[in-house]
């Protein structure tokens, strides 16, 4: 009995996708502050004002809107990552939400990657910070855009972060330009 050939090419397209390996950014930082204090940094817009952006806001709920403007005078659309949806969070635990592309890449930016952030508690009042992106697409455009999240999350955020937490009274004006690198995974 012969097969469909839509179900043979189903089939290949599938084993095709299977085979391929994911790529993905990971990254890991270890800071000398509890939990909660990590947490916060990322889960309000006090927090983020703190270390990442001067605007933005996130609803901790199924998903709810996420918005860190790293250029708030610009347009609509321009202004940093807009429109992304929380996914899921456990306080103190979790973080994961949709992320848009930089607007220098109008066409990936339409499309959105997931970005998951894992905290977890170390002995003597510190945490560690895993910070995962998955749902890369293929190509030159997609190529810069990996190559810059990976070094903005890893090279940028997660020091700036860590600096945050383990400096009193630090700002973004006051954070250091030049941070040691979180450790890639």
């Excluded at 990442?52 to 609509?76: C, K, N």
Aim: charged share 20%; proline share 8%.
């Amino acid at each position: 009995m012969k097969k469909p050939l839509t179900l043979v090419l189903l089939f290949a397209v599938v084993t095709a996708f299977a085979q391929m390996p994911e790529r993905y950014i990971c990254t890991s930082i270890d800071i000398n502050a509890p939990v909660d204090t990590v947490w916060s940094r990322w889960a309000s817009p006090a927090g983020l004002k703190r270390f990442f952006v001067s605007q933005s806001r996130i609803e901790l709920q199924t998903m709810g809107r996420l918005d860190f403007y790293m250029d708030p005078s610009a347009p609509e659309g321009k202004k940093g990552a807009e429109n992304n949806r929380v996914l899921a969070w456990q306080p103190n635990k979790l973080l994961s939400f949709t992320w848009d592309a930089p607007p220098s890449f109008p066409e990936i930016r339409k499309q959105r990657t997931t970005v998951i952030i894992r905290f977890t508690e170390l002995p003597n009042n510190k945490t560690n910070v895993t910070l995962t992106q998955i749902g890369f697409g293929s190509g030159a455009d997609w190529d810069a855009v990996v190559n810059y999240f990976d070094k903005a999350w890893g090279g940028f955020v997660l020091p700036r972060l860590k600096h945050s937490c383990e400096v009193s009274g630090s700002t973004i004006a006051t954070i250091p330009a030049n941070l040691p690198a979180a450790k890639k995974l």
